[in-house]
């Protein structure tokens, strides 16, 4: 999560949606994408959030969401590996560098 926001397109719609959901927060902390547990979880449970995403972080969001569904929980899916190989190829695409 903290690499996708720190990518992300700062004077863009999707970055003005974590200001607006999380007014308390410090800009600083949004800025570096530090977001704690029950906030990470209100995004992730926010379906319309992919919609105001433009094209490879919409594409890089859903590798994640479903990283975050089917292998980050306490039953891993069978293709967990697959999943976390599908971030790895997604997220270079927006400028993270995910391998330090």
């Known amino acids: 999560m903290k690499n996708f926001v720190k990518v992300m ?3 863009g719609s999707a970055f003005r949606y974590f200001t ?3 007014p308390g927060t410090s800009a600083a902390k949004t800025k ?5 547990g029950p906030q990470m979880c209100k995004i992730l449970r926010h379906t319309q ?3 105001i995403l433009i094209c490879n972080e919409k594409r890089a969001w ?8 089917y292998f980050l929980g306490s ?9 976390v190989e599908i971030i790895v190829l997604s ?5 993270c560098n995910i391998c330090s």
């Open 9 to 11: 397109d700062q004077t």
């Open 20 to 22: 607006e959901k999380f």
């Open 32 to 36: 570096e994408g530090v977001f704690i």
């Open 49 to 51: 959030f992919d919609q």
């Open 62 to 69: 859903n590798d994640f969401w479903l990283l975050a569904a």
């Open 75 to 83: 039953n891993k899916a069978d293709n967990h590996k697959e999943l």
């Open 91 to 95: 997220f270079p695409k927006l400028g």
